[in-house]
């Protein structure tokens, strides 16, 4: 990916970069061959990003452009938004008290150089500030009112360098352009880059350690810089072209703001939070499948004033969801009048609305996985060794936890299995899905759809090995040259229109 560093005057630039070109305000903004490019980083220095200044259109045409360009429109806003300076103040609260508790005066300020401090002290609360803002060049102002708050930050030239400092800036410079998230792991024929969001923490991810690593080779193969990413990292999620959300998804959570912020920053990402937000409530799902006249197991959505109508419905026994429930977690199982009241007391203290849903034992679950409205995986879940669902979570035997599994060929599949799945999938949207189907005396009916299947290494990708992994990083590059298409034709097309 091609590397512009826009400035006032190039002049003035004393820092030196190694294969980046460095081109006027003036030039980026009225050069024609600027607006062709693709693949293209732009970094924006200039001087002044005030509405209507150079410093703004550079980075408005950049985005209109498809150019990847820090900081963004929507970070140069930010810097003229109290609010926003003062929320984030409170949210980076104890990180602020910690690096600033040795001062004695009641004004500080402090001057981010490429996501660094000359003093090592503040580092952690000069890259904070970065992730946060994105602009190579920052200064903070921070005043002690009892405790210490960010009076203001706003992004500085480089004419506002000090001297002395002058030496340490074009270290931070030559550090900050080498980063690996703007140089490639294995060579620099790399198109986009790729942020997978993961979880090391997480006990049940979406996917094992080795298949993170074939994500990550099958993304290198197909033209993409990768960095794992973490929640931390929210702030840093213009720096990606694309971003893959590898943790469990819910909407309460910062995966849908993940999703939610790449989205409204014209970014490709999988999971998309159209796609979080109609599939992991399980009311919102049940809705649609009933609209779209899906076959399922008799369901219910419960409330307040009809639970008392669900044993003559679904009979005994019947399984409870909460809307949100993963991994077969929130999912329970009445046997009984009273193990009902008991589920439903319990559920109710957490949402307005359940679901209900007639049990329908069988000795394994379809899951077929979907993405870009086609089958890529299809698998077999065995219920856990005496246990009614895939997982059982009580078991005092760890590795009797989850049953067997079984991956096939798609063309190995029923294909009213197929059919069905591929049918509830497009009701949702064109992303990553995995649909659950119960093959009822050759009836397919739908359980559920999960926006965040599970890939595992040594299950899902048996039969697709590679092919698999392959198969959603292709996605996300064809999402991302499609909108640069788009992009690049909007571009001509209004400049056309200038002319005419």
């Known amino acids: 990916m091609k590397k512009i560093i826009v400035v006032n005057n190039p002049k003035n630039w004393k820092f030196h970069i190694p294969e980046a070109e460095i081109v006027s ?28 200044s150079k410093g703004y ?40 008290q910690k690096s600033l508790h040795k001062l004695s005066g009641t004004e500080f300020v402090l001057s981010i150089y ?24 920052l200064r903070a102002k921070f005043v002690f009112k009892q405790k210490w708050f960010i009076q203001s930050i706003r992004p500085i030239s480089v004419d506002e360098i000090p001297e002395t400092h002058k030496d340490m800036v074009d270290k931070f410079a030559i550090e900050y352009f080498e980063k690996n998230r703007f140089v490639a792991t294995k060579s620099d024929d790399y198109l986009y880059d790729l942020g997978i969001l993961i979880n090391p923490d997480e006990k049940e991810p979406p996917s094992n350690k080795q298949a993170i690593r074939n994500f990550i080779e ?25 971003i893959f959300i590898r943790e469990t998804t819910n909407v309460n959570h910062h995966t849908y703001a993940f999703a939610r912020r790449a989205q409204s920053e014209g970014i490709a990402v999988i999971d998309d939070p159209d796609s979080i937000l ?37 009979g005994f026994p019947m399984v409870i969801k ?7 977690l929130g999912v329970k199982k009445a046997n009984d009048k009273e193990e009902l009241e008991k589920i439903l007391d319990a559920m109710f203290e957490h949402s307005d609305l359940l679901i209900a849903q007639e049990f329908t034992p069988t000795e394994f679950d379809w899951r077929i996985g ?34 067997m599994f079984d991956c096939l060929p798609i063309e190995s599949v029923p294909l009213g299995i197929v059919k069905t799945a591929l049918r509830v999938a497009n009701l949702i949207g064109n992303g990553l899905y995995g649909v659950d189907i119960k093959d009822v005396n050759g009836r397919p009916e739908v359980i559920e759809v999960n926006d965040n299947p599970s890939i595992d290494a040594g299950i899902e990708d048996q039969v697709g090995k590679k092919k698999l ?6 996605s996300l590059r064809h999402r991302i040259e499609d909108r640069l298409n788009a992009a690049q034709q909007k571009v001509i097309q209004h400049e056309r229109e200038m002319w005419l």
């Open 218 to 242: 099958a993304a290198q193969e197909t033209g993409f810089r990768v960095e794992l990413i973490t929640k931390k990292d929210y702030h840093r999620v213009g720096e990606f072209d694309a």
């Open 114 to 137: 490429f996501g660094q401090n000359v003093s090592p002290q503040y580092l952690e609360l000069s890259q904070e500030l970065y992730r946060i803002f994105q602009a190579p060049l």
């Open 469 to 474: 992994y392959l198969s959603v990083m292709r």
């Open 25 to 52: 305000a003036k030039d980026y903004l009225t050069h024609h061959e600027y607006t062709t490019q693709k693949n293209v980083r732009v970094f924006n220095l200039c001087r002044d990003y005030s509405y209507q």
């Open 278 to 314: 109609r599939c992991s409530n399980k009311v919102y799902l049940q809705e649609l499948m009933t609209v779209g006249k899906i076959p399922a197991p008799k369901t219910i959505i419960v409330h307040s004033e009809n639970r008392n109508t669900l044993i003559k419905e679904l």
């Open 57 to 96: 259109y550079v980075s408005l045409l950049a985005e209109a452009r498809g150019h990847k360009v820090i900081p963004n429109v929507k970070n140069i806003r930010d810097f003229k938004a109290p609010a926003v300076v003062k929320i984030i103040s409170d949210d980076i609260d104890e990180l602020i």
């Open 322 to 328: 909460t809307p949100d429930s993963s991994f077969s």
């Open 370 to 403: 979907i993405l870009d409205g086609r089958p890529i995986y299809a698998c077999k879940y065995y219920m856990a060794k005496d246990h009614w669902q895939i997982y059982n979570w009580e078991s005092a035997d760890k590795e009797e936890i989850c049953g």
